[in-house]
């Protein structure tokens, strides 16, 4: 199913994203270095979660995750993926994003997200990508708004949260007609 995106390793000038494997367990927990800062997002805690984490993303026929290192210190500060990947009508999430304290507000996110969507649309002929978020996590509705997104509506008890309760998701999407100009955004935000 992910052969159409496939699992590339996307180098920038900041970071590189690899595929995420079992041996960045360790690194992945440590980069939840301040847990309240993920309250609207689950999050690895420990190593072990950390492992369950990432060998559910792994088994995940519609999901690629990866790694993302920081080419300062070669260090994982977090992980970012494709999900709900559906080659038939060309579209894709950005989602199961988190980093390290230290690189957020940094060029990092961009970054990331400027890899992926270049690969997504200009190597791979994505014509839809997406995000969801907890409708009431404001800071990383304003990051994905901040990529030149545009807010779809709110997908009201679109997933079960680990209380029992249900979530209310923000969406939001981008095209490829829109690619060219967010795509020289996120150049000039990264320079």
Known sequence: MTSWLGSPTLQGKHI???????????ALAAAVDEPDAFRWTSVPGDVASAGTYISTAIDNPHRVAFAVIDLQDDAVVGTTSYYDIDPANRS???GYTFYSKRVQGTAVNPEAKLLLLHHAFESSGAVRIVWHTDERNAQSRAAILKL????EGLLRKHRPLPDGTWRTTAQYAMTDDDWPANRDRLQARIA
């Open 16 to 26: 590189r994203l690899r595929p995420l494997v079992g041996a960045d367990a360790e």
């Open 92 to 94: 894709a999430a950005i």
């Open 148 to 151: 030149g997104t545009t807010f």
